[in-house]
């Protein structure tokens, strides 16, 4: 073949419409998107940061005011199961996760969840006294390291942040626990779980994960991998509501051996028996602080029903598919705006959400989300899409680029109303 002929059939041919809803048409998942209330006229692309409700959330929520809380009051303690709650959620998420059900447990927020194992081994007996993260970790992870350390300076406890790149390097013999977030929340760039968790294990390190952008956007094998740890996130991917509890996983061997200092009496081994010390729970349940909000706990449940059927290979598959999509179009239709990738090509080292830099981001999202497709904004200049298997469809990545075209083509972002700056961004 002549050389032009051969590089010209090496590019492929544009995307159609159509040959998208073909995808959609094809979709094993597709029907998953009746699970959700999602509003009419709407391309929902912030799933990565709060997941809309699913048709059974009104239903649920009004038989707990109707039929638990409203008709039962104090009793539903008991006749409702609310005080099992945080283990029977967290064992509706180990599926998810590839862990067993006695190893996960719905609870307080990720930054506190996070707060209880890092200072639970920072303060295992040893010599070892630095918090060893990375400077992409999310910040509140870092906040809470910090504030965990400040706490303990005088025993010689120190905080040590380093590039991603130097964090292998960076495993000494001074380490007593490393703090990782999984994915990127800015670039959606994932790290190995199996490999790192190794690596550090080697040294003698234990490792916290934070998958606050993992559970539930793709599976995870944590017993496979070696994972003793991790905390996430369940209002995001697991549906669970705004500010619905966190999860703590700890792999069932080392549940015993740890104590959390925040040694409240839910996690207490017998509440009830109201004695002066603190005694642990057996297992999982020893990480609980205070009395758990029932009206979330109750939410996440109920949001969690959502991948009830879900084959966890076609989530996988469909989330790699639909960023791979994404970046297909970003590249072909809105390059000669200035638009570039931010997140990596190769959809196996990415979670399932997908950036985009431009000078003008903020407006630009904002512009974007007036015309009814909702991303969001990260400093300085990132356009984040989150690409939520159970309800995004392959059409919805077509338009959202459509859409996202015609506001940079007409410069509309431009409008002074398109800068105002929200709280949240
Ligand atoms: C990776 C990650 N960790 C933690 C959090 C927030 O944790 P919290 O539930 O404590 O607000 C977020 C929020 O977006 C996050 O993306």
Known sequence: MPRD???????????????????????????????????????????????????????????????????DLVASWNRHGWFRLPERVGARIAPLLGAAEDEVIAADSVSLNLFKLLAALLRKPGSRRVV???????????????????????????????????????????????????????????????????????????????????????????????????????????????????????????????????????????????ETHYRPAAGVRRFLSGTPGILS???????????????????????????????????ERLREFGVEPASPRNARERGSQVSLRHPYGYPVMQALIARGVVGDFREPDLLRFGFAPLYVRYRDVWDAVEALREVLASSEYEEPRFRRRHPVT
């Open 132 to 274: 060893l993260a990375e400077e992409t970790n999310f910040p509140t992870d870092l906040y809470m390291a910090e504030g965990l350390v400040s706490l303990l300076r005088e025993s010689g406890a120190e905080l040590r942040i380093v590039p991603p790149d130097d964090f292998e390097a960076a495993l000494g013999p001074e380490v007593a626990v490393a703090t990782l977030t999984q994915v990127d929340f800015r670039t959606g760039r994932k790290h190995d779980l199996r490999r790192l968790t190794a690596a550090a294990r080697d040294s003698g390190i234990p490792v916290v994960w934070d998958l606050s952008h993992s559970a539930g956007a793709f599976p995870l094998q944590l017993n496979d991998d070696g994972v003793e740890f991790a905390v996430g996130c369940g209002y995001k991917y697991l549906n669970g509501g705004p500010g619905a509890p966190g999860f703590l996983y700890v792999a069932r061997r080392l549940q015993q051996s740890l104590d959390t200092p925040l040694s409240g009496w839910m996690g207490h081994r017998s509440p009830f028996e109201f």
């Open 297 to 331: 706990m109750i939410a996440l449940e109920e949001g969690l029903r959502t991948f009830e059927g879900v084959d966890l290979e076609a989530l996988q598959a469909k989330s790699e598919a639909l960023g791979d999509l994404f970046l297909r179009l970003a590249g």
């Open 5 to 71: 002929r051969r590089a010209a059939a090496s590019v492929p041919e544009p995307l159609r419409r159509e040959d998208v809803l073909e995808r959609d048409r094809n979709d094993p998942l597709a029907s998953f998107r009746d699970r959700f209330e999602l509003p009419e006229g709407v391309i929902y692309l912030d799933g990565n940061s709060l997941g809309p409700p699913s048709v059974g959330m009104r239903t649920r929520i009004e038989s707990l005011l109707a039929d638990e809380w409203g008709r």
